[in-house]
Antibody
Framework: QLQLQESGPGLVKPSETLSLTCTVS??????????WGWIRQPPGKGLEWIGS???????YYNPSLKSRVTLSVDTSKNQFSLKLRSVTAADTAVYYC??????????WGQGTLVTVSS | DIQMTQSPSSLSASVGDRVTITCRAS??????LNWYQQKAGKAPKLLIY???TLQSGVPSRFSGSGSGTDFTLTISSLQPEDFAIYYC?????????FGQGTKVEIK
């Protein structure tokens, strides 16, 4: 059974960089045809796709966040990561990692709350 | 970006009721529409993809229909475990976008 687990700091200061890692278990991140992505959900609000990455390193980003986001992948560790720069309070959210087939998010991590506050 | 609008935003229903949720896209998306269920404090769960195909393991009381711009999610007989927030998501183009959610509450 495929499992995804987010990890990283739960508190980030304004203007700093949010960094999260998703560890995939139960299957290789290099599976053909699957992308790996990040989605966030501000408290009490809806879902926003941040970006996706293939094991080869090919990336797609949400244009609304593209200037501040970098995704990376480490196939040796079966992990992929998110960096979001210059954060503000508006970036406070639960961050989920997920597997995508086409644009279907079929496996999700449990989510991790990241609060931006000084 | 393609805007997804769900209605209603919330509804109250009883166990055994038939429930219908609507999702409208700001442009035609063919059948590129998914439905997710999110319970409190949990990650969303994929219920239906391609507008009408049930994800493996999802009970048959869930069904989806529609194409173009108008879609529906139907729960034929609401069960206690179905009280949750439901989201639609278009997979027609990047960025994938979600509806604002429909909260199904106990009457």
């Amino acid at each position: 059974q495929l499992q995804l687990q987010e990890s990283g700091p739960g508190l980030v200061k304004p203007s700093e960089t949010l960094s999260l890692t998703c560890t995939v278990s139960g299957g290789p991140i290099s599976s053909s045809g699957y992308y790996w992505g990040w989605i966030r959900q501000p408290p009490g609000k809806g879902l926003e796709w941040i970006g996706s990455i293939y094991y080869s390193g090919r990336t797609y980003y949400n244009p609304s966040l593209k200037s501040r986001v970098t995704l990376s992948v480490d196939t040796s560790k079966n992990q992929f990561s998110l960096k979001l720069r210059s954060v503000t309070a508006a970036d406070t959210a639960v961050y989920y990692c997920a597997r995508l087939k086409l644009l279907n998010f079929d496996y999700w991590g449990q989510g991790t709350l990241v609060t931006v506050s000084s | 970006d393609i805007q997804m609008t769900q209605s209603p935003s919330s509804l109250s229903a009883s166990v055994g009721d038939r429930v219908t949720i609507t999702c409208r896209a700001s442009q035609s998306i063919s059948s590129n529409l998914n439905w997710y269920q999110q319970k409190a404090g949990k990650a969303p769960k994929l219920l239906i993809y391609g507008a009408s195909t049930l994800q493996s393991g999802v009970p048959s009381r869930f069904s989806g229909s529609g194409s173009g711009t108008d879609f529906t999610l139907t729960i034929s007989s609401l069960q206690p475990e179905d009280f949750a927030i439901y989201y639609c998501q278009q997979t027609y183009s990047t960025p994938p976008t979600f509806g604002q959610g429909t909260k199904v509450e106990i009457k």
